[in-house]
């Protein structure tokens, strides 16, 4: 969820939301009333699990509700089709890409009207609903511009995508409009400087009113009108250049490489591997794939590092044309941060975020990497030992942390964990896999049992209507509070298909918010009721993996997910669950649409929980035999995972370190002569573990363009999530007086209150509340990363 603009607030959380259908005849939605409850009946009586892991049960409760014949139908005396149509999400406009289009121009049409009306009537009590009625002006467009980002992400048509491309676009530019709108910000002002008027509004309405000003001045508000051209230029030409970036950061820079059938040959690989090669048309090399099974295969068991290396170098290159994307989008950001007055666009970047400053960040990274180096290279010791045995290289008894760094390369890491992996194997004796025990619905009961003890909201399945998902194995899944029912939606589209992103995401289809006064058309959106008895916009959010099956003794498809798979999908629902839960009557400020470097602590916190033995033992039945199981096991793979995870995490911090270097105040420094490329490799080689110099990945970073110069965030949370967790959590996983203090503290705020006085609140540490040097110097202290 990225802040890029007041009306897109943390698009980098790639959020989404909509939908209700109202209009068709009330007969007809009564009966489709009828047909979804008896299939929601039958689904809901403990069958979560099986809607999952049963494809059978799926399909026949699905044909229940969808194909009903004319002569049994409940509409048949009414002499209507059986078959229904809602569209995408239940918004009735999204039965086609045409569909989508009007929805956009129906959206502009109402933004403008309700645009023309804040701006024709200024009497004092229309000023009083003036940041009520901006918020408004946000949502209209926001719930276009959130589906629209996730349509182009992850919607199998094509002409969906086309649509949602020029939609996006149209709505991009109308936005950037508005924020360069001096009658807007003019009028803002006032608002808030009025003491009359600002003692008859909320807390949040005035913590929405400043942000929304503060949105006002990052987008040069007061600069004369060819500098508000230029932003608005520069601002959609960095959203077409990363879209760009974005679609094509998976491709490889050749679909294959050559090696001479000889050099393959005596490299000790297997001839298993060398039987799936196929050679070139003079029969003299073998082209090995750059991607794909084949290609990890070699990395893990070719003997021979120059063959690893090229293929390793291979993998991680993209085109010289990407390369070109990624300069431009560096150079555009640099220059709207010149424009804007900064010295770079970190420093805009960072602007209203917990760090606030460039300095603050390479500080608190600095502190990070020089904390974790001596763990890092500890467990590059390992691979070293192996490396130095396996190939005969002379060593010093006692290496030097340079010599280490310098022997072990990127290309050998998985060579070497893969011989580490099978001496675990043979040492535990395991040989089942424990994927067997954790199918796709044990993990998602296991979440539903998870939030049910710490927050007292479960999940429940229920059938889609025709139309409402883009493929029946997208399952609907319901969030219902124990006090006050239905308070959200949660779509799962989590397995395998062709042309689907590999990424898994996390997307807003819309957030919850209270229904505006005078607010009468939910034609679009879904609503519930408080328990305060107040109306609001359901938070509709669609979780996107990519899980593959395979075949049970049955021969029926079954998913069964490895534990880092658990790992994620445990985050993309704590993302999910901060929406449920940040409940605010604005949506500006609703769930995810807060700080960006705060944004990703609830998805990491949940992470916790997935490598937890206690929740692991709750989930984990075997697939065939209904057996738990067994702690032996469960512990051997915990144990296993944590094999070189603190170079996991110096890998992360590397790449946050390129984000800032990518955005710092050198790209403007050196713009006629910038090479983006030699700035990612410099990099690798100053920072020295597992060092890069041999391909361009930097242009197959797509954070680049989401978390532009706040990719910190994710070890920056992952820091506060550790010592929540270990304040929280780490004595019982499933207490519910700690997910209440959570949720209290954290959860419920969405982006109203300041992040650092949530985690002041929650860790019982009131020095944190402000911020500051000393602030980040605790979290960056942190043992378990």
Known sequence: MLKTTFLNRNLTARVLSFTNIRGVKRYATEATQFSTAKASEDLNVGNLRRAFNDVDYWHEINKRNFSVSEDDSPFSNFGIEAKLQTGLFRNPFLTSADGLRKFSHHSLSQAQELLNDMKSDKSLEELITYIMKLDRLSDTLCRVIDLCEFIRSSHPDNAFVEAAQACHEEMFEFMNTLNTDVELCDTLRQVLNDSRITDRLSEEEIKVGRILLEDFEKSGIYMNPEVRDQFIAF??????????????????RSNFIKIKCEDLENSGISKLILNQLSKDVRGKHFKIPTHGYLAYSILRNCPDEEVRMKVWSAMHSCSDEQIRRLDQLVRLRAALAKLMGCDSF?????????????????????????????????????????????????????????????????WDRDFYSSIHSVQQRRATSDSEQISSYFTLGNVIQGLSDLFDSIYGIRLEIEVTKTGETFSPEVRRLNVVSEQEGIIGVIYCDLLERSGKTSNPSHFTVCCSREIYPGETDFSTIQTGVNSQGIQFQLPVICLVCNFSTSTNPSGKPICLLH?????????????????????????????TRCATDFVELPSILMEHFARDARVLKRIGKHHITGQPIPESLLENYLQEIKFMQHCETFSQAKMAMLDQELHSQRVIEEFERLDVVAIYQQLERKLQVLVDDKSNWCGKFGHLFGYGATYYSYLFDRAIASKIWDSLFAHDPFSRSSGKKFRDQVLKWGGSKDPWKCIADVLDKPELAEGGTEAMKFIGQSEDL
């Open 235 to 252: 601002s959609q030409e960095i959203s077409l250049v990363g879209q760009d970036f974005i679609n094509n950061t998976n491709y490889v």
């Open 346 to 410: 970190a420093e805009y970047q960072l602007k209203g975020k917990m760090a606030k400053t460039p300095h603050q960040v390479r500080g608190f990274m600095t502190a990070l990497l020089s904390y974790m180096l001596p763990k890092t290279i500890q467990e590059l010791k390992y691979i070293f030992d192996l490396k130095c045995k396996y190939q005969q290289i002379p060593s010093s008894e006692n290496p030097s942390d340079a010599e280490i760094a310098q022997v072990v390369r990127p």
């Open 563 to 591: 534990l880092n798979e658990v790992e994620t999908l445990f985050h993309e629902m704590g993302h999910a669950m901060h929406s449920m839960l940040g409940r605010t009557r604005l949506q500006n400020i609703s769930g």
